[in-house]
């Protein structure tokens, strides 16, 4: 069955340690896949993508066919990225169950 | 520009009523799709429509029906409400295949 795993619900680290988040997926075709986070009080946005292969506020993904994975990271963590993330595998509109992300000062 | 809007924002309804729930997509957008969301989990699909007709369907029964007009906006039915139908509504417009956009939700609760 098509899925996509976030293993993490919770998610605690300091403030400049690195982080990473996990995200497997299974499909039978070529994968898109995205991260989307919501912050607090505001709505599910568009993080990166990883057809882009951009760096957006310092998070970094990188598809790893072999793996199923596409794990988000980011190497100093800052308190504003505290929230709600979540990998999603565009091909059939999937969402894992996302993890939430604390960074403590 | 407004971005995705949804209404109402709460809703709250009797097992067995039917709900309509609507969104505008962010201007330039001409793709609607649908998400159930849960307390503690991921947004589930439900529907997304293209050209008001529906593109591809998530595992939801029936009693879920969405329609979208030719302003591109789009409305989510949800007939005979079970106590389960009980979430957030999200819906989340796109141009085509590029990524989504995702409204407020407009929160559901059947009793």
């Known amino acids: 069955a098509q899925r996509v795993t976030q293993p993490e619900k919770l998610l605690s680290v300091f403030k400049g340690a690195p982080v990473e988040l996990k995200c497997n997926y299974s499909y039978s075709g070529s994968p898109e896949l995205f991260w989307y986070v919501q912050y607090s009080r505001q709505r599910l946005q568009l993080l990166l993508r990883h057809i882009s292969r951009e760096s957006i506020k310092g998070f970094t993904a990188d598809l790893n066919k072999g793996e199923t994975s596409f794990h988000l990271k980011k190497p100093f963590a800052q308190e504003e990225d505290s929230a709600m993330y979540y990998c999603a595998l565009k091909n059939d509109m999937r969402f894992g169950a996302g993890t939430r992300l604390t960074v403590k000062p | 520009d407004a971005g995705v809007t949804q209404s109402p924002t709460h809703l709250i309804k009797t097992r067995g009523q039917q709900v309509t729930l609507r969104c505008s997509p962010k201007?330039?957008?001409?793709?609607v799709s649908w998400y159930q969301q849960a307390l503690g989990q991921g947004p589930q699909f439900i529907f997304q429509?293209?050209?008001?007709?529906?593109?591809q369907r998530g595992n939801f029964p029936d009693r879920f029906s969405g329609h979208q007009f030719p302003n591109y906006s789009s409305e989510l039915n949800v007939n005979a409400l079970l106590l389960g139908d009980s979430a957030l509504y999200l819906c989340a417009s796109s141009l085509s295949a590029s990524a989504l956009h995702f409204g407020n939700g407009t929160r559901l609760t059947v009793t």
């Open positions: 201007s330039g957008h001409d793709t």
């Open positions: 429509y293209y050209e008001e007709e529906e593109r």
